[in-house]
């Protein structure tokens, strides 16, 4: 099903990657960090649809016809580093503080904090090369947004 865009991660150096991948790239990153913790859940799952929804302009189905796309893709993708290095070549910095404050966002869904899920925004915010003042300053923003 997936079999392109996986190969195109499994390369050893991945071409960059058309805007549509690219999306299902990051929405594989959100189902990831979700699944984390071991613990995924239907207000993970909305929260992610949002998320899309909003960073990619979808409507609500849409993104919750992307993000099922993507828990199969996640399912099949052997390492976090292929949709790291694949999003950062194919997004500007700027976005890719985008994609740390959306996965910052569906990290703090469910209103804690959790060691899985923290540890994987910073190894996908190095990979992405994204430093963590700007990855503490997403977690801040989206923090500040649920208040």
Known sequence: MFADLLNRLLAPAPSALPA???DL??????VRLAR???HYDDDER???DRVLSARKGLTMPDAAALRARAEALESE???TVRFTRSL???VPYEDRTEVIEALWDVALADGHRDAE???LIRLVANLLGVSDRDSALARQRVAARRL
């Open 117 to 119: 899920e923290d540890a």
């Open 20 to 22: 549509p991948e690219a």
């Open 36 to 38: 984390a913790d071991d």
């Open 46 to 48: 909305v929260r992610i």
């Open 77 to 79: 993708a052997p390492d």
């Open 88 to 90: 950062k070549e194919a």
């Open 25 to 30: 790239s990051l929405a594989a990153l959100l």
